[in-house]
């Protein structure tokens, strides 16, 4: 069992080092609240999520307050509205209603972010789920807190190129710094119980509501290896470091600190709101705060700035450090977790793009061993729809090969070119405008149908 005097050993971490649990998120079945009427599957989804997560807000400040560590996130995940609305809507307009109510119950219970306006299309499309994808772009426009994520891709059925030409949802926001692609995430091998936004929805595996932690604590790391280098230093000679033994365990047993945290949190979270604990989400989020920062650890481990030869192979042993950690702290650790790697969010990420350090193509070989994918990338406004399904495909192709999850959120900035800025604020930050490859994937994204599934995904 997990003590508060364990959680007030983290005092420091929070104080000095910004750690925080990033969320606390309450995924909500809306199965039961399909109906072939309109207003009556609006009215279900609307009662069924202010009624169980009336109290998530107000639970998470209690835990907070009484443990002094910040819960910075409250949020809520549904299941892919896809399957919840496929009866009803009949229309891109219906979906959009759709998402109105859910931004409305979201709002009237307080929470941050709402996730899970979503569907799962690895292999082909429903003419319902279709329509679902076409009225991303609007209801990312009139909603404020909804998020959407639509998985095109997965090791045992392929990549689905069809699904894949129609993430575009960045006109429709212009008017917001193009704020629609913040909020949407294209998945290959999506998982389940993500808590993490803007990709978390609540898989039709999971109960009929759960509880899920995501923490996050990359300046505690970056802290932990600081102090293992300096006391290198001072025992063994200025130009000294650290062994990577030593450097993968004080990696590991920082994670394991860290996760304690979240279990603590999950588990009161849980026996308060009286909905089963699910998983903890350990992954590396960074913010744009000084000093919480993914690509500071980089730095630390050993290259000047991320994008240097060997970033890939320090990202690769700062994410199975971190797993390895976490796993030893919690027996239900899910979701993405491991390390982040976005740009706008990371003030090192941006430091190391304007000195040219990092392109979009380094990017790319860094998601091969990190647990997401290309992050929170502001790109020039008039690239081609090609272009960015293009990079879609690729990343999903990563995925796919690879049996684990990646994921692209770039964000074309209308009006903006490289060499600019695009200023979000919050835990958004801000992002310098990078330039992508100029040559055509045209023919190739244009063609119709599916990547057929590996040779490796057919294991039973």
């Known amino acids: 069992m997990i003590t508060a005097s364990e959680v007030l050993e983290t005092k420091r971490m929070v104080e000095q080092d910004n750690l925080d649990v990033r969320t606390i998120t309450m995924g909500i079945s809306l199965l039961d609240c399909a109906s072939s009427d ?27 307050r009484e443990i002094g560590i910040p819960i910075v996130h409250k949020r809520v995940s549904v299941t892919p509205v896809s399957l919840v609305g496929a009866a009803c809507c009949k229309t891109a307009d219906d979906y959009v209603a759709i998402a109105k ?19 799962i299309v690895s292999k082909g499309m429903t003419p319902s789920e279709e329509l679902l994808i076409r009225s991303i772009p609007k209801a990312l426009a009139v909603t404020d807190v909804v998020c959407s994520s639509v998985n095109v891709g997965a090791t045992k059925t392929g990549i689905n190129m069809d699904a894949v030409r129609l993430m575009d949802s960045a006109e429709q926001t212009k008017d917001k710094d193009c704020i629609g692609p913040a909020k949407l995430v294209v ?14 929805f609540h898989g039709v595996s999971e109960a009929d509501a759960i509880i899920n932690v995501g923490v996050s604590g990359p300046g505690v790391v970056k802290a932990a290896l600081e102090e293992m280098d300096a006391e290198c230093r001072k025992a063994n000679g200025d130009d000294k470091s650290a062994t990577f033994e030593t450097l993968c365990e004080t990696i590991k047993r920082t994670a394991f600190k860290i996760t304690r945290v979240g279990q603590f949190v999950a588990q009161e979270a849980s026996r308060r709101l009286n909905v089963p604990f699910g998983i903890i989400d350990l992954s590396l989020a960074p913010t744009p705060a000084v000093g919480d920062s993914v690509a500071d650890i980089l730095k630390c481990i050993g290259v000047e700035q991320p994008g240097a030869p060997g970033t890939t192979a320090a990202l690769a042993l700062l994410n199975d450090q971190v797993k390895k950690g976490g796993i030893m702290a919690s027996s239900y650790v899910g979701g993405l977790s491991g390390a982040f790697i976005p740009v706008s969010e990371d003030q090192g990420m941006i430091d190391a793009v304007n000195v040219g350090a990092l392109s979009m193509e380094k990017l790319e070989a860094m998601t091969c061993v990190c647990s997401v994918g290309l992050d929170m990338i502001a790109i020039p406004g008039d690239t081609p729809a090609t272009t960015i399904s293009g990079i879609i495909a690729d990343e999903s192709a990563i995925g796919m090969i690879n049996q684990k ?46 990547i057929p599934a590996p040779i490796h995904s057919f294991k039973n």
């Open 187 to 200: 998945f290959c091998n999506a998982p389940d119980d993500n808590p993490f936004m803007a990709g978390a």
């Open 101 to 119: 109510t859910l931004d409305d119950a979201a709002k009237k219970i307080g929470v941050n972010f709402l996730g899970g306006f979503s569907a």
């Open 38 to 64: 309109l207003k009556e599957t609006c009215d279900k989804i609307y009662n069924k999520i202010t009624t169980l997560a009336k109290d998530l807000v107000k639970t998470g400040e209690s835990i907070s």
């Open 405 to 450: 999850t990646t994921a692209v959120r770039i964000i074309p900035v209308i009006g903006k070119h490289v060499g600019e800025t695009i200023e979000w604020g919050g835990l958004l930050g801000h992002a310098p405008i990078m330039p992508v490859n100029k040559f055509s994937s045209e023919r190739l994204v244009n063609r119709v149908g599916r």
